[in-house]
């Protein structure tokens, strides 16, 4: 996959129309999995297999300008993002993914070449994760918006009937992390300083973790999961307070993962680890002995006490809306 | 479901931040069907039962501005749009909906109001036709932005085996259509005029057509179906040039359907029915003695003859671009 070069000129999708945007999208995922795909691209809908008897269905949405912007990232680094987080959220039930919707709303303004650019950051990250491209639609929208829908359905492993929700935390279980945190939010941290090279701003760029540890922690009998998209502190207390228990995060379990973040100051990496967003490495509760292999452990799991439910490190209670992201800004 | 008042005042997104404007969408859907919903909205994904050996996936977005204009329509109307134009899908491959994602981006300064209104529709339309909403995103867009996304998941019923695709039409088959053609047409006609009253005007604002008749034609055993979402010649064309067929469309049933449209001009009629979208009755071919009760005769499939695939009125090959719809102009 190339460095979007190319995907600022051309020809505009005004110019070229639907169909012609199509045949760019359709030439750009011709090489991906084709697996339980029963009806793909080009109809209605999608028919796609189904082996257990139901489905996990999530979507996600992102907006240039909001989400991505254009002097940071290419549309193939949008593509595998906007790709990223939503796989992340069926594997943070305990599954894995069966199938991707995609959809573009744009400007008639947009190259061609980018919509195409797109295409192929999807087309990656199906290859990657063996989740084909189903389906999609392309809608026009006000100058200068560029939008990209992606909805993501998928199944539990055979062994797991249940998905892994948010609310069975129970005191006496432990908190771990099934990848680095911080990477990201280490990432945009420096782009916002102007520096456009790194690891983390690899990441940042395009998140790709092990998602196959979903449903490794479903079937290991995780008690609760979700993926860290919005800053570990906000997403742990989503799962404190739907639990309605303590989450106590061990503070040398945090200054190890800040001191993983090479080059980055401690106190910059402390804010990437807490609060960095767009990670996608999943945030799990076990019992001590259950924790698969790979995971980390980070925290435990007590009774509210009175204290009320959510997130502290060491003597103090963690607001998440200080250390996560909230797409309102309240 | 009322006309929308209150949707332009009131706090705005920004104001009451993700959890408020939550809490307002979680209310309105209170009420809504629950069957085969296992997990619903709430957690990182939806989890939805399945009763067959494979799902119907399709997504459809609408943009303020493009798709809907605010002082022509309500959120509740844009609700029962964009769910409307997503079982339409489903119900044109043949099957009934199981579920419906939703996504709204929006700048922060839109009012909650407005989020609550748009709930109601999809509520509205979810009980009107026991689908229900399952999950969905919440993200922000630049200043005066505002899209809807929806997906919906569907199934095929008991009896048919495989869904009813575009590429089936054969000669010796007829054309049928399930409801009247160019309400909506001739509604937006109407809107452009500056008439925001009437039948048609309704119909363009709030589409509802009986979607049952996807799963009846299905187990009829149609041999082709698509539902008219950017207008009558567009989307025969698309059948047409699928299947490799000619259409020959029934001059007098083009005329009566024209006729049928109440204190629209002649001209005006003709056009609403050849070429207005958005109209969502479907659009299936079957072998002459199969036509399921209540579907309209309105043409007769060929074998192209070297004249090429396309719709025909008569003597003159229509043109989907001069009698529909597409996104970029193109």
Redesign the interface.
């Given at each position: 996959m190339g460095p979007g070069e190319g995907a600022t000129t051309g020809p505009l999708?005004?110019?070229?129309?639907?169909?012609?945007?199509l045949a760019e999208v359709f030439a750009a995922l011709a090489d991906q999995p084709v697996d339980g795909v029963?009806?793909g691209p080009g109809?209605?809908?999608?028919?796609?297999?189904?082996?257990?008897?139901?489905?996990?269905?999530?979507?996600?949405?992102?907006?240039?300008?909001?989400?991505w912007r254009d002097d940071w990232s290419t549309p193939q680094d949008v593509g595998v993002k906007a790709t990223t987080q939503n796989l992340a959220?069926?594997a943070?039930?305990g599954?894995a993914g069966t199938?991707l919707?995609v959809?573009l709303?744009a400007h008639?303004r947009l190259p061609v070449a980018w919509a195409r650019g797109l295409a192929e950051g999807m087309a990656w990250a199906s290859r990657r994760s063996g989740v084909p491209v189903?389906?999609?639609?392309?809608?026009?929208?006000?100058d200068?918006?560029v939008?990209v829908?992606v909805?993501?359905?998928?199944e539990l492993p055979e062994g797991v009937e249940?998905?892994v929700?948010?609310d069975g935390a129970r005191p006496g279980d432990v908190l771990a992390v099934s990848g680095p945190l911080g990477r990201s939010g280490a990432g945009l941290a420096q782009l916002l300083e102007g520096r456009h090279e790194g690891a983390w701003v690899d990441y940042h760029r395009r998140p790709w973790t092990d998602l196959g540890q979903g449903p490794r922690a479903a079937l290991a009998g995780a008690s609760s999961?979700?993926?860290v998209s919005d800053g570990l502190v906000r997403d742990a207390d989503r799962v404190a307070r739907a639990s309605d228990v303590r989450i106590d995060l061990r503070p040398g379990a945090v200054d190890a993962l800040a001191a993983a973040l090479d080059g980055v100051p401690a106190e910059a990496a402390r804010r990437a680890v807490l609060g960095g967003g767009e990670e996608h490495v999943l945030l799990a509760t076990f019992v001590p002995d259950a924790v698969p292999y790979g995971w980390v452990l980070l925290g435990d799991v007590v009774a509210p006490d009175g204290g009320g439910a959510g997130v502290w490190l060491g003597p103090d209670c963690l607001d998440p809306a200080r250390g996560g992201w909230?797409?309102?800004?309240?």
């Open positions: 999708l005004g110019e070229v129309g639907e169909r012609g945007v029963l009806v109809d209605d809908t999608a028919y796609l297999r189904v082996r257990r008897a139901a489905v996990l269905a999530t979507t996600d949405t992102m907006v240039l300008g909001h989400d959220d069926i943070s039930m599954g199938g919707l959809t709303a008639p189903v389906g999609g639609d392309l809608g026009a929208a006000p200068g918006v939008m829908g909805t993501a359905l998928g249940h998905p929700r948010r999961m979700i993926d909230d797409h309102y800004g309240g």
